[in-house]
């Protein structure tokens, strides 16, 4: 058995488990149809998810990057982009807000750059806004992926896949209720605990994200993932999904973990009618409003969990009407 730590039972809960469908809150400069939101606009249109009846939010860790740059290794960005700066509001603070302003849906972080927090004051914020949410979070914890953002705010961009493991082996052990006793290269603790404890016994659920990863990434979502994240929102085919999952799958055989514990969730884009990408590369969902319930309808029919969707425009009504695609699927 190659499981480092415990890993929450949800094989029973996951059986009976509604497929949930949620949405990407874009808090970042420019965000919204109509420009760049304010922070209590993001926690606002949580608000209006919630009302709406879709499942969960989700919010992006990062603070300033240069898509151009930063994205490139993703998918073909635009030649309009050169020299682009986009900032965005902090991340675990909107959680926090959002937290006290909803009851209902789930709140996750798509994903969380376990290298821009100490390790273990990263598990305690979490902590904090799983009571906040009286059990609601959902932790997305990641790696990185922007190497201008961790040179502008002088974070260390190399070896994070190693800094990773290590900052998951402080903050799963915390997360479950366990005093942290670890001496690494980067981290270090000596008899850290979360106290008070949050409403979760096993703390909020940890999803890791990792789209093509290599091998040691899939070795840690099957050893400390509860549910796994595939991003394709600029690149929404059905085809990636599966390729991205059976590596993963297979990881998990390989590391001696039952495949069937662990959720799947995707992250999708969706264009509304009348919205044109910056860039033929970036393929949404788009179409009628028909067509876009018969495509969410495909990504529902595979071996999927939940759907984060990145919506484009960005607005109330945009929420709105694609609660109504969403009742049609349903």
Known sequence: MEHDLPLRDLAVHMSSHAKRIGLLLPHWEDGYQRGTPRSVDVVESAGVVERCGLDSVWLVDHFLSEPYLDEAAH?????????????FWE??????????ATERIQIGTLVSN?????P???????NTIDDLSE???????????FPTEHKRFGYPFERRVGRFEEALQIISPLLHGETSRFEGEFYRTDGAELRPKGPSPDGPPILIGVLLGGPRMNRLVSQYANEWNCWIAENTKVEVYREARA?????CEKHARDPSTL??????????PGFKPESPAELRIQGSLGEIADELGRF???????????LRPFSTESIETFAEIVKRVR
């Open 300 to 310: 529902l029919n595979e071996d999927v969990d939940h759907l984060s969707v990145s």
């Open 247 to 251: 590596a993963v799958m297979q990881a």
């Open 91 to 100: 991340c675990w603070t909107l959680a926090s807000a959002i937290a006290t």
């Open 75 to 87: 998918w073909d960005v635009p030649e309009s982009w050169k020299g682009l700066t986009i900032g």
């Open 263 to 272: 959720r799947k969730h995707a992250t999708i884009g969706v264009g509304l």
């Open 135 to 145: 059990g609601r979070l959902i932790a997305g914890l990641g790696a990185g992926d």
């Open 114 to 118: 376990t290298g821009y927090r100490n």
């Open 120 to 126: 273990a004051l990263l598990a305690q914020m979490m």
